[in-house]
């Protein structure tokens, strides 16, 4: 199925890792989808999920993720 979805507007930066994604949205939110990223259980929920407010940048890498 050739078939896409728009899962999200407004992103100004995203990251993967080995099992999630996650993006910054201009207004300083940050979202994610996918399995599990450090102590933060995704349980690989397919919609997406607001972590957190007043995120200014992200950075990912393998199980784990930074947002200052």
Do not use: N
């Not at 989808?33 to 102590?39: A, H, I, K, M, R």
């Not at 995120?55 to 993720?65: E, I, M």
């Amino acid at each position: 199925d050739d078939t896409q979805t728009q899962i999200a507007s407004d992103v100004i930066a995203a990251g993967a890792g080995l099992d999630y994604v996650v993006y910054l949205k201009t207004d300083g939110t940050l979202w994610g989808q996918g399995g599990s990223v450090g102590s933060i259980e995704f349980g690989d929920r397919t919609a997406p999920w607001k972590i957190a407010d007043h995120v200014v940048s992200v950075a990912t890498s393998g199980w784990h993720f930074l947002c200052p």
